[in-house]
Protein backbone atom coordinates (compact mmCIF):
# COMPACT_ATOMS: atom_id res chain seq x y z
CA UNK A 1 0.00 0.00 0.00
CA UNK A 2 1.19 3.68 -0.85
CA UNK A 3 1.78 6.04 1.45
CA UNK A 4 -1.15 8.78 0.87
CA UNK A 5 0.95 11.05 2.82
CA UNK A 6 3.80 11.26 0.59
CA UNK A 7 1.02 11.45 -2.60
CA UNK A 8 -0.02 14.82 -0.86
CA UNK A 9 3.36 15.76 -0.28
CA UNK A 10 3.82 15.46 -3.94
CA UNK A 11 0.35 16.97 -5.35
CA UNK A 12 1.20 19.79 -2.60
CA UNK A 13 5.12 21.04 -3.69
CA UNK A 14 3.77 20.42 -7.30
CA UNK A 15 1.04 23.19 -6.93
CA UNK A 16 3.09 25.66 -5.04
CA UNK A 17 1.34 25.22 -2.14
CA UNK A 18 2.81 25.83 1.43
CA UNK A 19 2.01 23.52 4.31
CA UNK A 20 -0.23 26.43 5.90
CA UNK A 21 -1.73 27.02 2.85
CA UNK A 22 -3.07 23.66 2.30
CA UNK A 23 -3.99 22.72 5.86
CA UNK A 24 -6.05 26.25 6.62
CA UNK A 25 -9.37 25.42 7.98
CA UNK A 26 -8.60 21.78 8.12
CA UNK A 27 -5.01 20.90 9.60
CA UNK A 28 -2.24 22.55 11.27
CA UNK A 29 1.09 22.89 9.77
CA UNK A 30 2.33 21.00 12.30
CA UNK A 31 -0.15 18.49 11.64
CA UNK A 32 0.64 18.19 8.35
CA UNK A 33 4.00 17.67 8.22
CA UNK A 34 3.56 14.75 10.04
CA UNK A 35 0.64 13.83 7.59
CA UNK A 36 3.32 13.65 5.04
CA UNK A 37 6.16 11.95 6.58
CA UNK A 38 3.76 9.23 7.92
CA UNK A 39 3.98 9.87 11.06
CA UNK A 40 0.71 9.92 12.07
CA UNK A 41 -2.70 8.70 11.62
CA UNK A 42 -5.00 10.69 9.81
CA UNK A 43 -8.66 10.42 9.46
CA UNK A 44 -9.76 9.69 5.84
CA UNK A 45 -12.18 12.83 5.97
CA UNK A 46 -8.98 15.11 6.63
CA UNK A 47 -6.89 13.17 3.67
CA UNK A 48 -10.65 13.94 1.22
CA UNK A 49 -10.20 17.34 2.56
CA UNK A 50 -7.06 18.14 1.57
CA UNK A 51 -7.33 16.17 -1.84
CA UNK A 52 -10.56 17.88 -2.52
CA UNK A 53 -8.83 21.77 -2.24
CA UNK A 54 -5.75 20.31 -4.77
CA UNK A 55 -8.45 18.84 -7.12
CA UNK A 56 -7.59 14.93 -7.31
CA UNK A 57 -8.87 11.87 -6.32
CA UNK A 58 -6.80 10.22 -3.38
CA UNK A 59 -7.75 6.68 -4.25
CA UNK A 60 -7.43 7.21 -7.87
CA UNK A 61 -3.74 7.97 -7.21
CA UNK A 62 -3.05 4.86 -5.24
CA UNK A 63 -4.82 2.88 -8.03
CA UNK A 64 -2.27 4.73 -10.87
CA UNK A 65 0.92 4.13 -8.59
CA UNK A 66 -0.71 0.24 -7.90
CA UNK A 67 -0.57 -0.36 -11.75
CA UNK A 68 2.14 0.95 -12.42
CA UNK A 69 3.80 -1.42 -9.94
CA UNK A 70 2.15 -4.36 -11.71
CA UNK A 71 3.48 -2.75 -14.88
CA UNK A 72 7.11 -2.67 -13.17
CA UNK A 73 6.90 -5.95 -12.07
CA UNK A 74 5.96 -7.31 -15.16
CA UNK A 75 9.28 -5.45 -16.93
CA UNK A 76 11.30 -7.49 -14.77
CA UNK A 77 9.91 -10.53 -15.95
CA UNK A 78 10.10 -9.80 -19.98
CA UNK A 79 13.68 -8.52 -19.31
CA UNK A 80 15.03 -12.06 -18.16
CA UNK A 81 12.83 -13.09 -21.14
CA UNK A 82 14.34 -10.80 -23.11
CA UNK A 83 11.53 -10.17 -25.03
CA UNK A 84 12.00 -6.49 -26.73
CA UNK A 85 8.47 -5.61 -27.81
CA UNK A 86 6.73 -6.85 -24.71
CA UNK A 87 9.63 -4.81 -22.85
CA UNK A 88 9.22 -1.37 -24.83
CA UNK A 89 5.55 -1.45 -24.95
CA UNK A 90 5.57 -1.62 -20.71
CA UNK A 91 8.36 0.93 -20.78
CA UNK A 92 5.89 3.51 -22.80
CA UNK A 93 2.88 2.28 -20.42
CA UNK A 94 4.85 3.16 -17.49
CA UNK A 95 6.31 6.35 -18.05
CA UNK A 96 3.00 7.84 -18.89
CA UNK A 97 2.38 7.66 -14.99
CA UNK A 98 4.06 10.74 -12.93
CA UNK A 99 5.49 8.48 -9.92
CA UNK A 100 8.75 10.09 -9.06
CA UNK A 101 7.86 10.61 -5.44
CA UNK A 102 7.38 7.02 -4.43
CA UNK A 103 11.12 6.50 -4.54
CA UNK A 104 11.44 2.82 -4.60
CA UNK A 105 9.51 2.70 -7.47
CA UNK A 106 11.21 5.35 -8.93
CA UNK A 107 14.74 3.47 -8.54
CA UNK A 108 13.38 0.40 -9.48
CA UNK A 109 11.96 1.49 -12.39
CA UNK A 110 15.14 3.66 -13.51
CA UNK A 111 17.19 0.15 -12.74
CA UNK A 112 15.13 -2.05 -14.97
CA UNK A 113 15.79 0.71 -17.63
CA UNK A 114 18.90 0.89 -17.80
CA UNK A 115 19.01 -2.97 -17.86
CA UNK A 116 17.13 -2.94 -20.92
CA UNK A 117 19.40 -0.32 -22.79
CA UNK A 118 22.37 -2.75 -21.73
CA UNK A 119 20.29 -5.34 -23.70
CA UNK A 120 20.30 -3.35 -26.22
CA UNK A 121 23.63 -2.63 -26.02
CA UNK A 122 23.41 1.90 -25.65
CA UNK A 123 25.96 1.22 -22.42
CA UNK A 124 26.55 4.54 -22.44
CA UNK A 125 22.63 5.56 -22.02
CA UNK A 126 22.62 3.66 -19.21
CA UNK A 127 25.70 4.13 -17.68
CA UNK A 128 23.95 7.94 -17.54
CA UNK A 129 21.31 6.68 -15.20
CA UNK A 130 23.51 4.31 -13.33
CA UNK A 131 26.04 6.52 -12.66
CA UNK A 132 24.13 10.04 -12.67
CA UNK A 133 20.36 10.16 -11.95
CA UNK A 134 20.47 7.42 -9.04
CA UNK A 135 23.61 8.71 -7.58
CA UNK A 136 21.95 11.55 -6.43
CA UNK A 137 19.56 9.16 -3.87
CA UNK A 138 21.02 8.93 -1.10
CA UNK A 139 19.28 5.87 0.69
CA UNK A 140 18.62 3.00 -1.30
CA UNK A 141 16.26 0.36 0.12
CA UNK A 142 17.60 -3.42 0.05
CA UNK A 143 15.65 -4.82 -2.83
CA UNK A 144 16.63 -2.12 -5.05
CA UNK A 145 20.40 -2.06 -3.81
CA UNK A 146 20.59 -5.57 -4.61
CA UNK A 147 19.39 -4.95 -7.83
CA UNK A 148 21.60 -1.96 -8.93
CA UNK A 149 24.27 -4.37 -8.01
CA UNK A 150 22.93 -6.95 -10.10
CA UNK A 151 22.60 -4.35 -13.27
CA UNK A 152 26.03 -2.82 -12.28
CA UNK A 153 27.50 -6.69 -12.72
CA UNK A 154 25.95 -6.38 -15.78
CA UNK A 155 27.70 -3.28 -17.04
CA UNK A 156 30.45 -4.00 -15.80
CA UNK A 157 30.47 -7.83 -18.24
CA UNK A 158 29.58 -5.51 -20.85
CA UNK A 159 32.45 -2.85 -20.62
CA UNK A 160 34.64 -6.17 -19.82
CA UNK A 161 35.57 -4.74 -16.29
CA UNK A 162 35.43 -8.59 -15.26
CA UNK A 163 36.56 -8.11 -11.40
CA UNK A 164 34.12 -5.49 -11.27
CA UNK A 165 31.39 -7.39 -12.30
CA UNK A 166 32.19 -10.48 -9.97
CA UNK A 167 32.49 -7.76 -6.81
CA UNK A 168 29.12 -6.08 -7.56
CA UNK A 169 27.54 -9.23 -8.28
CA UNK A 170 28.99 -11.26 -5.18
CA UNK A 171 27.33 -7.67 -3.46
CA UNK A 172 23.76 -9.29 -3.82
CA UNK A 173 21.89 -10.97 -1.19
CA UNK A 174 21.40 -14.35 -3.03
CA UNK A 175 19.00 -15.59 -0.61
CA UNK A 176 16.34 -13.07 -0.26
CA UNK A 177 16.87 -11.45 -4.50
CA UNK A 178 13.92 -12.23 -6.54
CA UNK A 179 15.53 -12.59 -9.42
CA UNK A 180 17.84 -16.43 -9.71
CA UNK A 181 18.79 -15.21 -13.37
CA UNK A 182 21.80 -13.32 -11.71
CA UNK A 183 23.70 -16.85 -11.78
CA UNK A 184 23.77 -16.60 -15.37
CA UNK A 185 25.43 -13.29 -14.94
CA UNK A 186 27.86 -15.04 -12.18
CA UNK A 187 28.66 -18.18 -14.59
CA UNK A 188 29.81 -15.52 -17.26
CA UNK A 189 31.80 -13.06 -15.55
CA UNK A 190 33.49 -16.02 -13.81
CA UNK A 191 34.22 -17.71 -17.07
CA UNK A 192 35.57 -14.64 -18.50
CA UNK A 193 37.76 -14.76 -15.06
CA UNK A 194 38.64 -18.17 -16.01
CA UNK A 195 37.33 -19.35 -12.80
CA UNK A 196 35.56 -22.58 -14.15
CA UNK A 197 34.65 -24.44 -10.99
CA UNK A 198 32.52 -21.47 -9.81
CA UNK A 199 31.69 -20.70 -13.52
CA UNK A 200 30.04 -24.16 -13.36
CA UNK A 201 27.96 -23.92 -10.57
CA UNK A 202 26.54 -20.84 -11.21
CA UNK A 203 25.81 -21.83 -15.25
CA UNK A 204 23.66 -24.98 -13.90
CA UNK A 205 22.03 -23.03 -11.62
CA UNK A 206 20.61 -20.55 -13.83
CA UNK A 207 19.99 -23.58 -16.32
CA UNK A 208 17.51 -24.98 -13.41
CA UNK A 209 16.13 -21.17 -13.36
CA UNK A 210 15.52 -21.09 -16.67
CA UNK A 211 14.30 -24.74 -17.56
CA UNK A 212 11.46 -24.39 -14.57
CA UNK A 213 10.36 -20.84 -16.16
CA UNK A 214 10.24 -22.38 -19.21
CA UNK A 215 12.37 -19.64 -20.80
CA UNK A 216 13.88 -21.81 -23.38
CA UNK A 217 15.71 -19.52 -25.22
CA UNK A 218 17.89 -18.71 -21.62
CA UNK A 219 18.58 -22.55 -21.55
CA UNK A 220 20.26 -22.27 -25.02
CA UNK A 221 22.59 -19.57 -23.56
CA UNK A 222 23.59 -22.01 -20.23
CA UNK A 223 23.80 -24.97 -22.93
CA UNK A 224 26.15 -22.21 -24.67
CA UNK A 225 28.11 -22.00 -21.53
CA UNK A 226 28.29 -25.12 -20.15
CA UNK A 227 29.61 -26.07 -23.45
CA UNK A 228 32.54 -23.41 -23.27
CA UNK A 229 32.84 -24.28 -20.10
CA UNK A 230 33.67 -28.44 -21.00
CA UNK A 231 35.97 -27.21 -23.62
CA UNK A 232 38.57 -25.16 -21.00
CA UNK A 233 38.49 -28.52 -19.25
CA UNK A 234 39.20 -30.56 -22.10
CA UNK A 235 36.33 -33.08 -21.75
CA UNK A 236 35.37 -33.33 -24.82
CA UNK A 237 36.88 -34.66 -28.35
CA UNK A 238 36.63 -32.43 -31.50
CA UNK A 239 33.90 -34.13 -33.39
CA UNK A 240 31.57 -34.54 -29.83
CA UNK A 241 32.12 -30.27 -29.75
CA UNK A 242 31.49 -30.15 -33.65
CA UNK A 243 27.92 -31.78 -33.15
CA UNK A 244 27.08 -29.79 -30.41
CA UNK A 245 27.97 -26.44 -31.78
CA UNK A 246 25.82 -27.64 -34.92
CA UNK A 247 23.01 -28.59 -32.97
CA UNK A 248 23.46 -25.35 -30.74
CA UNK A 249 23.30 -23.47 -34.02
CA UNK A 250 20.37 -25.45 -35.33
CA UNK A 251 18.29 -24.31 -32.28
CA UNK A 252 19.04 -20.95 -32.76
CA UNK A 253 18.31 -20.88 -36.28
CA UNK A 254 14.53 -22.25 -35.26
CA UNK A 255 14.12 -19.77 -32.45
CA UNK A 256 14.78 -17.04 -35.87
CA UNK A 257 17.69 -15.56 -32.77
CA UNK A 258 20.48 -13.98 -34.98
CA UNK A 259 22.15 -12.60 -31.55
CA UNK A 260 22.20 -15.84 -30.71
CA UNK A 261 23.49 -17.70 -33.15
CA UNK A 262 26.42 -15.21 -33.74
CA UNK A 263 27.69 -15.93 -30.65
CA UNK A 264 27.58 -19.47 -31.23
CA UNK A 265 29.21 -19.51 -34.60
CA UNK A 266 31.69 -16.81 -32.98
CA UNK A 267 32.83 -19.48 -30.15
CA UNK A 268 32.69 -22.62 -32.68
CA UNK A 269 35.02 -20.22 -34.90
CA UNK A 270 37.01 -19.65 -31.82
CA UNK A 271 37.60 -23.39 -31.55
CA UNK A 272 38.56 -24.02 -34.69
CA UNK A 273 41.35 -21.57 -34.52
CA UNK A 274 42.55 -22.99 -31.16
CA UNK A 275 42.76 -26.23 -32.74
CA UNK A 276 44.43 -25.01 -35.94
CA UNK A 277 41.90 -25.17 -38.28
CA UNK A 278 42.43 -21.71 -39.42
CA UNK A 279 40.44 -21.78 -43.09
CA UNK A 280 36.84 -23.00 -41.80
CA UNK A 281 38.01 -20.97 -38.52
CA UNK A 282 38.01 -17.83 -40.88
CA UNK A 283 34.77 -18.87 -42.57
CA UNK A 284 33.22 -19.22 -39.15
CA UNK A 285 34.48 -16.05 -37.90
CA UNK A 286 32.96 -14.23 -41.27
CA UNK A 287 30.19 -15.36 -40.93
CA UNK A 288 29.64 -14.41 -37.60
CA UNK A 289 29.80 -10.94 -38.76
CA UNK A 290 27.57 -11.68 -41.48
CA UNK A 291 24.78 -12.47 -38.70
CA UNK A 292 25.45 -8.27 -37.84
CA UNK A 293 25.07 -8.89 -33.94
CA UNK A 294 23.17 -6.38 -32.08
CA UNK A 295 26.57 -5.69 -29.89
CA UNK A 296 29.17 -3.72 -31.81
CA UNK A 297 31.74 -5.12 -29.37
CA UNK A 298 30.65 -8.61 -30.31
CA UNK A 299 31.40 -7.55 -33.88
CA UNK A 300 34.69 -6.19 -33.27
CA UNK A 301 35.49 -9.16 -31.42
CA UNK A 302 34.51 -11.73 -34.22
CA UNK A 303 36.68 -9.29 -36.47
CA UNK A 304 39.73 -9.38 -34.64
CA UNK A 305 38.91 -13.34 -34.84
CA UNK A 306 38.83 -13.42 -38.29
CA UNK A 307 42.24 -11.22 -38.68
CA UNK A 308 43.75 -13.64 -36.27
CA UNK A 309 43.16 -16.55 -38.72
CA UNK A 310 43.96 -14.88 -41.47
CA UNK A 311 47.55 -13.94 -40.12
CA UNK A 312 48.15 -17.12 -38.60
CA UNK A 313 47.32 -19.30 -41.55
CA UNK A 314 49.06 -17.28 -43.87
CA UNK A 315 45.64 -17.11 -45.73
CA UNK A 316 45.62 -13.47 -47.18
CA UNK A 317 48.47 -11.57 -49.37
CA UNK A 318 50.21 -9.15 -46.96
CA UNK A 319 48.77 -5.60 -48.36
CA UNK A 320 45.00 -7.06 -47.88
CA UNK A 321 45.65 -8.15 -44.09
CA UNK A 322 47.50 -4.67 -43.16
CA UNK A 323 44.11 -3.11 -44.36
CA UNK A 324 41.90 -5.23 -42.38
CA UNK A 325 44.16 -5.12 -39.54
CA UNK A 326 43.79 -0.79 -39.54
CA UNK A 327 40.26 -1.02 -40.32
CA UNK A 328 39.80 -2.99 -37.20
CA UNK A 329 41.92 -0.76 -34.88
CA UNK A 330 40.14 2.35 -36.39
CA UNK A 331 36.32 0.83 -35.69
CA UNK A 332 37.98 0.12 -32.05
CA UNK A 333 39.00 3.05 -31.79
CA UNK A 334 36.08 5.64 -32.54
CA UNK A 335 34.20 3.00 -30.20
CA UNK A 336 35.85 3.31 -27.16
CA UNK A 337 37.23 -0.41 -27.59
CA UNK A 338 40.87 0.14 -26.17
CA UNK A 339 41.52 -3.39 -25.71
CA UNK A 340 40.79 -3.99 -29.10
CA UNK A 341 42.45 -1.19 -30.51
CA UNK A 342 45.70 -2.28 -29.00
CA UNK A 343 45.03 -6.05 -30.09
CA UNK A 344 44.65 -4.70 -33.56
CA UNK A 345 47.83 -2.34 -33.04
CA UNK A 346 49.83 -5.23 -31.75
CA UNK A 347 49.37 -7.16 -35.49
CA UNK A 348 49.98 -4.26 -37.09
CA UNK A 349 53.59 -4.24 -35.24
CA UNK A 350 54.11 -8.19 -35.57
CA UNK A 351 53.25 -7.86 -39.43
CA UNK A 352 56.02 -5.21 -39.96
CA UNK A 353 58.49 -7.44 -38.44
CA UNK A 354 59.33 -4.68 -35.85
CA UNK A 355 60.39 -7.05 -32.83
CA UNK A 356 61.43 -4.27 -30.54
CA UNK A 357 58.19 -2.13 -31.02
CA UNK A 358 55.87 -5.30 -30.95
CA UNK A 359 57.55 -6.58 -27.47
CA UNK A 360 57.78 -2.60 -26.28
CA UNK A 361 53.90 -2.55 -27.02
CA UNK A 362 53.04 -5.43 -25.41
CA UNK A 363 55.04 -4.80 -22.44
CA UNK A 364 54.25 -0.92 -21.75
CA UNK A 365 50.22 -0.95 -23.45
CA UNK A 366 48.69 -4.11 -23.95
CA UNK A 367 49.25 -6.25 -20.88
CA UNK A 368 49.03 -3.65 -18.45
CA UNK A 369 45.74 -2.57 -19.51
CA UNK A 370 44.34 -6.29 -20.10
CA UNK A 371 45.66 -6.80 -16.61
CA UNK A 372 43.70 -3.79 -15.38
CA UNK A 373 40.61 -4.67 -16.94
CA UNK A 374 41.14 -8.42 -15.98
CA UNK A 375 40.97 -9.94 -19.61
CA UNK A 376 42.65 -13.44 -17.90
CA UNK A 377 42.29 -15.44 -21.31
CA UNK A 378 44.13 -12.58 -23.36
CA UNK A 379 46.57 -11.66 -20.54
CA UNK A 380 47.62 -15.37 -20.21
CA UNK A 381 47.89 -16.15 -24.07
CA UNK A 382 50.19 -12.82 -24.91
CA UNK A 383 52.02 -13.10 -21.26
CA UNK A 384 53.71 -15.83 -22.75
CA UNK A 385 55.10 -14.30 -25.71
CA UNK A 386 57.22 -11.40 -23.69
CA UNK A 387 57.99 -14.38 -21.34
CA UNK A 388 59.44 -16.21 -24.17
CA UNK A 389 61.18 -13.32 -25.66
CA UNK A 390 62.57 -12.40 -21.96
CA UNK A 391 64.18 -15.94 -22.06
CA UNK A 392 65.93 -15.74 -25.08
CA UNK A 393 67.19 -12.57 -24.44
CA UNK A 394 68.53 -13.62 -20.81
CA UNK A 395 66.91 -10.76 -19.52
CA UNK A 396 66.56 -11.60 -15.53
CA UNK A 397 66.28 -7.92 -14.88
CA UNK A 398 63.10 -7.76 -16.76
CA UNK A 399 61.87 -10.91 -15.80
CA UNK A 400 62.15 -9.92 -12.02
CA UNK A 401 60.57 -6.73 -12.67
CA UNK A 402 57.51 -8.23 -14.64
CA UNK A 403 57.23 -11.01 -11.91
CA UNK A 404 56.94 -8.23 -9.29
CA UNK A 405 54.70 -5.71 -11.24
CA UNK A 406 52.29 -8.16 -11.67
CA UNK A 407 52.13 -10.71 -9.10
CA UNK A 408 52.90 -13.40 -11.31
CA UNK A 409 54.65 -16.86 -11.08
CA UNK A 410 56.75 -17.56 -14.46
CA UNK A 411 57.55 -20.78 -15.32
CA UNK A 412 60.89 -20.64 -16.98
CA UNK A 413 60.93 -24.29 -18.27
CA UNK A 414 59.16 -26.53 -20.13
CA UNK A 415 55.53 -25.94 -20.05
CA UNK A 416 52.94 -28.95 -19.33
CA UNK A 417 50.63 -28.79 -22.57
Not at 76 to 82: A, R
Not at 354 to 361: G, L
Amino acid sequence: MFDKGSIIQYFRQKKGLTQEELGHGICSKTHLSKIERGLTEVSDETISLLCARMGFDIDEEVKKLNNVQKLIESLQKQLIFQDLEKIEELIFEIEIVDFDFIIPLFIRYNLLKARYLLLINKIEDSKKILFSKLKKIEKIPQPEEDLLNHVLGIYYIQTNELHKSIKFLKNVSLESYYNQEIHYHLAMAYYYSEAYISAYYHCHKAKEFFVKTNNYERVLDTESIILMLLEEENQLDFSEINDRYENLIDIADKLKDNNRKHLLVHNFAYQLYFRGFFERSSQMYLLAMELKPGSYYNLITSKFGYMRCLFDGSLIERTSLLELIIEGKNEAKKANLYQYEYLFELYELKLAGNEEQYFSFLENTLLPYLNEISHTNYFNHYLKDLKDFYVSQKDGDKILNFIKSYSINLVLGDEKK
